[in-house]
């Protein structure tokens, strides 16, 4: 069956963290190994909740300053330097934008509460760009749950194997292909590419 419809994750494939230094900073201070600050803030037991929807970004933000005792001046100097070396791909966002109207096009993530408003806000991810945008603390499920899959497909209006899924954890990859998606699984933008063009092409 040809492709009808291209989904792309956002964190780890829209939108990356190219500037790793902001973050070292804090690990450094904090004694953290490499990627240990995104661990502990995406990895607790509070932002997996809040992936779900039940728990909110603060709530996150709070186990985060009480592991590491930080007051509140502190827990806003980290939230500013986690987020900052977060960069856009433009390229690869006009890639998705430009694939409508021949294809149907899609954002699915596992986000916290409130991220669709922040993402809008800071990066200019509206839902305009594409024709679903879904966000696992808004719907209550989170990948590589398959019922955020069929979901994505009942709003799609189309058959799991016309769709192709772009997602940087091979988890989330196996999920979708489970439900019978094709799937990429995102490591550079000119591999994530060439492989999603090689698909479309068939």
């Given at each position: 069956m040809?492709?009808?419809?291209?989904?792309?994750?956002?964190?780890?494939v829209l939108l990356r963290t190219e500037d790793q230094e902001p973050?070292?900073?804090?690990?450094?201070?904090l004694g953290l190994p490499?990627?240990?600050l995104a661990d502990a803030v995406f990895n607790c037991e509070t932002a997996r909740l809040a992936s779900v929807?039940?728990?909110?970004?603060?709530?996150v933000w709070r186990a985060v300053a009480e592991r590491f005792r930080l007051d509140d001046a502190k827990l806003r100097d980290l939230q500013r330097d986690?987020?900052?070396?977060?960069?856009?791909?433009?390229?690869?966002?006009r890639y998705l934008i430009d694939l409508r109207p021949r294809y149907k096009t899609g954002v699915l993530s596992?986000?916290?509460p409130g991220l669709r408003a922040l993402y809008a806000q800071w990066f200019g991810l509206t839902d305009d760009l594409v024709d679903v945008m879904i966000y696992s603390g808004e719907v209550?499920?989170?990948?590589?749950?398959a019922r955020i899959y069929h979901l994505a497909l009942e709003r799609l209006q189309v058959p799991a194997e016309s769709v192709v899924f772009v997602d940087d954890f091979i988890e989330n990859v196996a999920g979708a292909q489970?439900?019978?998606?094709?799937?990429?699984?995102?490591?550079?933008?000119?591999?994530?590419?060439?492989?999603?063009?090689?698909?479309?092409a068939e």
């Open positions: 040809p492709i009808q419809a291209v989904l792309f994750d956002i964190g780890g973050r070292r900073k804090w690990e450094r201070r490499a990627r240990g929807g039940q728990a909110t970004q603060q709530d986690f987020w900052a070396g977060d960069r856009l791909d433009e390229q690869l966002l596992n986000a916290w209550g499920v989170m990948k590589p749950d489970a439900v019978g998606m094709r799937a990429v699984h995102f490591a550079s933008p000119g591999q994530a590419l060439a492989h999603l063009s090689r698909l479309l």
